[in-house]
């Protein structure tokens, strides 16, 4: 495996996303394990991404430590829970590509709906959804964390409208998935993908990790934050239009 180049040029590119995902482009996190995928097994390409991401989360929450949400992270954290222990149990009864192709059309529309509202100069007003709806995007979020990897966009579609400043936005999205992925490392380590092989595939490709979190971190400080929002929401449109080609093909 690492000696195979196509499996090097694979993982390579899916942790540089996933770096600058973890950095502030919240949205093409969903991406990497899809990409290494091309080259391995998926749920081996996952096992061997895991504990990158963790470190990835270690520097992402490290550096926003300061600006954080804590509101939303006290709800983001059960609730997610929740879902992960669902898509837990229900990973043998519940297709992965059907999930992806639900969330893949509900990351394009909602993507689609809110570049329309700020289409042009136009600037919306912040949308505060109720907690019980948060709750219940936040259940969905840990599910299909479990299940496809693709947590993001429900969790985006919860937090991206009520227009937190985007370094906040930012260090609660981090704290938020730090704490997710941790709680799924249960579920890798009774499916046996830690092998010593992938952790040494893992081991290898940490400088690569480090590096591209702290590219994203640099990008995103210097972005407006009107911008970064369109950004965001221009990347739930792609990462719908790969789900939902995931799911068809």
């Not at 000696?3 to 919240?26: E, R, T």
């Not at 804590?70 to 519940?94: E, M, S, Y």
């Not at 689609?112 to 948060?134: F, K, V, Y």
Request: hydrophobic share 60%; net charge positive; with cysteine.
């Amino acid at each position: 495996m690492l000696s195979d180049p196509a499996y090097i040029a694979c993982a390579v590119i899916a942790v540089v996303v996933i770096g600058l995902a973890k950095g502030g482009l919240s949205g093409l996190g969903a991406l990497g394990t899809p990409i290494l995928a091309l080259a391995i097994a998926p749920v081996e390409a996952a096992a061997i991404l895991l504990p990158i991401i963790i470190v990835q989360d270690a520097v992402s929450v490290w550096v926003f430590r300061h600006c954080w949400n804590r509101r939303i992270v006290a709800i983001t954290i059960p609730f997610a829970a929740i879902g992960i222990a669902l898509g837990w149990l229900f990973a043998a009864q519940l297709p992965a590509v059907a999930i992806k192709g639900i969330l893949g059309a509900i990351a394009l529309l909602f993507g689609l709906w809110r570049l329309w509202l700020e289409r042009g100069s136009r600037t919306t007003a912040p949308w505060n959804m109720p907690d019980w709806i948060g709750a219940l995007l936040c259940i969905a979020t840990g599910f299909t964390s479990q299940i496809a990897h693709a947590g993001g966009p429900p969790f985006q579609m919860w937090v991206g409208p009520k227009k937190l400043p985007h370094l906040e936005f930012v260090g609660t999205t981090a704290i938020a998935f730090a704490a997710m992925n941790w709680m799924k490392v249960p579920a890798y380590w009774a499916l046996g993908e830690f092998t010593s092989d992938n952790l040494m595939a893992s081991a290898m490709l940490m400088p690569v990790a480090v590096v591209s979190t702290f590219a994203g971190v640099w990008l995103v400080r210097r972005m407006h934050g009107k911008a970064f929002y369109l950004i965001v929401y221009a990347l739930m449109v792609l990462l719908g239009l790969k789900l939902l080609y995931d799911a068809l093909t």
